[in-house]
């Protein structure tokens, strides 16, 4: 089985990926690898803290990597919070119900409530890993070089609407209060084997998924 770095010790993402990529792939975490860095993620998009992460585990380790990004972006709030998802009410982040809290203040009785998850994955391949993997026609798969690494970006996303309270009791993140379109449950509600087939990570590891089986 190949092995892949995923550079993420969150385990909830973890679990995610490595449901989605199921016997393909051994995916490691961060700390599989001994990684205990603080690595850097200051990007202004999704896309940049994808490419950063993966980056500098490509070049510190020297090892085939992918990473992500997601955030969820909400039409009434012209995008917001996005890139900022994990941290928008503040502090160090990660506060899910604090987040939420926020969220649901900032619509208060906004009636257009609809709004997306979007995750971007960035991969990082070694020159001696690249070779084995043949150029994409994919065109919605961007291949760019960079320091003599092969990097590819790959996106997903899922549309849906805020509902103006929680529901459900399992996934993580802003999962409770997200309905994806053509459900009248929650992520939250829906349970982890229906989210990981609809998500917007499991359409972004897909993809990146049907390009390492080339």
Known sequence: MKKIIFATNNKHKLDEVRSILKNHFQVLSLSDIDCHDDIPETGTTLHHNAIQKA???????GMSVFADDTGLEV?????APGVYSARYAGGSGHDSEANMTKLLHELGSQTNRQAQFRTVIAL???PEDAKEYAATNDTTTRKMVADGFTFLLFE???????????????GFGYDPIFQPEGYTLTFAELGNDVKNTISHRARAVNKLASFLAR
């Open 124 to 126: 990082y391949l070694t």
């Open 75 to 79: 039409d009434a709030l012209n995008g």
């Open 156 to 170: 997903g996303i899922v549309r849906g609407s805020i509902i103006t309270e929680r529901r459900g009791g399992e």
């Open 55 to 61: 980056a500098y585990i490509a070049k510190h380790y």
